[in-house]
């Protein structure tokens, strides 16, 4: 019977106090919008690179909105100003399943680009930044022209 009561729980008021690492600050809810070409980014990554030892960062949807998490999995972020980083690759030219598992395929595994400008990916080189502040946060970037670099695979 608790079996049965635990997992509804679990899924209805989500991590307990004691998932959360020690020293993680007060996060703030934050979304992003991505535009390309004046039109929603679906696809791509978000990154916060501040002060803070925590991973910060999100994906965006089909709206192109990223809902930003700390830490992999605590929605908000902390208080402090961030730079912003944004990338998009795609996979073009992959084998199907079945052609994956066929003995006798003998393609390629595709070729994977890059579809923001890399000044957007760089810390050097990207003009965002967004400052988190108490409260509900949110911000609009435009990452320009879309390219098709490719990327080199490990």
Not at 48 to 58: C, E, K, L, T, V
Request: aromatic share 8%.
């Amino acid at each position: 019977m608790l079996c049965f009561l635990t997992v509804p729980l679990v899924a209805l008021f989500g991590c307990s106090p004691s998932d959360r690492p020690e020293g993680l600050p007060t996060l703030y809810p934050c979304e992003i919008t991505v535009i390309q070409e004046g039109v929603p980014l679906a696809g791509a990554n978000v990154t916060f690179i501040g002060d803070q030892p925590w991973a910060i960062g999100g994906g965006t949807d089909d709206k192109g909105v990223a809902r930003i998490f700390t830490h992999g999995k605590f929605e908000g972020a902390p208080v402090g100003t961030y730079s912003v980083l944004i990338t998009k690759t795609v996979l073009e030219g992959a084998p199907t399943p079945e052609e994956r598992d066929n003995p006798s395929y003998t393609g390629g595994g595709g070729t994977m680009y890059s579809t923001v400008d890399r000044k957007f990916g760089v810390l050097d080189t990207t003009p965002f930044t967004i400052e988190i502040i108490a409260g509900k946060n949110s911000q609009t970037f435009d990452v320009e022209k879309a390219v098709r670099v490719p990327q080199s695979r490990p």
